[in-house]
């Protein structure tokens, strides 16, 4: 009979104690940044007469942990608390499913695949030592590809489907800024962002942007007067003066 040692002796022992006494064990399987519970069950093994039909082992089951758990009964409960009628609860209508669809097909990436985007913070790290090994005086810029489209979600079919689908869902009345102030009190980093906004709307108009973009002078003009449109048209503000100016000639359509 061939001797048993080291970690093999440990585990056997392991399964042949939890065999016994009926137990099963709950450890953490993964990295440190992203810990899984799990159970570990025992299983004996099974030999017939014509062979081995299962080998001893044990079977590895994800354990969820609590915030994933969730009790339909208890939804359903406070589902009736908001509702007059016991069965009604909240449901996406047609028109809601047909605008969220639309919205998902604008903003669809075709053959997406997580490998097509390096790291950016590797790639810095890279690009810092390169210019140490290299005794470069600046270090090269890193284009994170990590970070939203706001080009592509700039485009007029992607702000349209984004519009409607707010419509379908919420209704012409509601306002956006206020929904969650609470106690009908409007904060005042909402009334700055709406005096912000009032103000660009007002400023904008004093420009004939598509004069400008049709010969060539959005680049003539300062990163403040841009953000007059862009803030206008509810656009992203971030970035350099020529990220300005693609954003407004792609919502223009130009």
């Known amino acids: 009979m061939q001797e048993v040692i080291g970690s093999t002796r440990i585990f056997i022992a392991l399964l042949r104690s939890m065999l016994r006494l009926k137990r099963f064990a709950v450890a953490f399987y993964g990295n440190p940044t992203h810990p899984q519970l799990v159970a570990l069950v025992a299983q004996d093994e099974i030999v017939t007469a014509g062979g081995q039909i299962e080998p001893p082992g044990m079977h590895m089951i994800y354990l969820p942990y609590c915030?994933?758990?969730?009790?339909v009964e208890?939804?359903?409960?406070?589902?009736?608390?908001?509702?007059?009628?016991?069965?009604?609860?909240p449901r996406a209508t047609d028109d809601q499913v047909k605008k969220a669809i639309a919205l998902m097909k604008r903003?669809?990436?075709?053959d997406f695949s997580v490998c097509q985007?390096?790291?950016?913070?590797?790639?810095?790290h890279y690009a810092v030592l390169q210019a140490l090994a290299l005794e470069e005086d600046?270090?090269?810029e890193i284009n994170d590809e990590t970070a939203p489209d706001e080009e592509g979600m700039a485009r007029p079919g992607v702000v349209n489907a984004i519009e409607e689908f707010k419509l379908s869902v919420y209704g012409d009345s509601y306002d956006e800024e206020n929904a969650h102030a609470g106690n009908g009190k409007v904060s005042e980093a909402s009334k700055k962002r709406k005096a912000v906004a009032e103000n660009a709307v007002k400023e904008s108009a004093n420009y004939d942007w598509a004069d400008l973009a049709d010969n060539g002078?959005?680049?003539?003009?300062?990163?403040?007067?841009?953000?007059?449109?862009?803030t206008a048209h509810n656009l992203p503000v971030t970035g350099k003066k020529e990220a300005l100016i693609s954003r407004i000639l792609t919502h223009m359509g130009k």
């Open 74 to 89: 208890e939804a359903r409960e406070i589902s009736e608390l908001h509702h007059s009628d016991a069965n009604a609860v």
């Open 117 to 124: 985007f390096a790291n950016p913070s590797l790639q810095r």
């Open 217 to 230: 002078k959005l680049k003539d003009m300062t990163v403040a007067e841009l953000k007059y449109y862009l």
């Open 138 to 140: 600046e270090i090269p």
């Open 67 to 71: 915030d994933d758990i969730r009790n």
């Open 107 to 110: 903003i669809d990436l075709k």
